[in-house]
């Protein structure tokens, strides 16, 4: 394996790692962290929302920041996961497939491990939007290969 390949591989064990990491903390530790970070949102844009009859409480954007970080977590895996496999494997016909099963299997595991977790619970929903978060990665790496691109505005 070349040293190009053995970095993007290196790069999304590092990722996978922080994912399993950030599921194995306890419930407590998960709950706070993230409360911290819905706290300092929340006072940023209430009052931005408020001038479009838009009303934000502090659940609902702990709720909205907990799911987008699933989202954007396994959305870059599945990116990354599609790019190493580009870069070490010469059957371009099943990076996606193979990417998929990674997302997948990853996904479904972290979510094994927040079973058994103090004050955490394993979710099939979890999995499933993990999922979508990987499939949007790894398909916006896979156009990107293929050269699609938004028009330029010409």
Same mark, same amino acid.
Request: hydrophobic residues 55%.
């Given at each position: 394996m070349r040293s190009h390949e053995l970095a993007a591989w290196a790069v999304v064990v590092v990722w996978t790692m922080l994912i399993i990491h950030l599921g194995a903390q306890s419930g407590e530790v998960s709950v706070s962290t993230s409360a911290a970070v819905a706290q300092k949102v929340t006072e940023a844009v209430t009052s931005a929302a408020a001038t479009v009859n838009i009303e934000l409480t502090f659940e609902s954007v702990h709720? $909205? =920041?907990?799911? /987008?970080?699933?989202? $954007? =977590?396994?959305? /870059?895996l599945g990116l990354l996961v599609y790019l190493a496999l580009a870069k070490s494997w010469r059957v371009p016909r099943l990076w996606v497939p193979f990417a998929f099963l990674a997302v997948v299997l990853i996904a479904t595991t972290d979510e094994s491990v927040q079973a058994f977790t103090p004050g955490r619970v394993g979710s099939m929903r979890d999995v499933f939007l993990d999922?979508?978060?990987g499939l949007l990665g790894l398909t916006l790496a896979a156009l990107a290969k293929k050269g699609i691109s938004a028009p330029s505005g010409r």
């Open positions: 709720a $909205f =920041l907990r799911k /987008s970080a699933h989202f $954007f =977590l396994y959305a /870059s999922t979508a978060g």
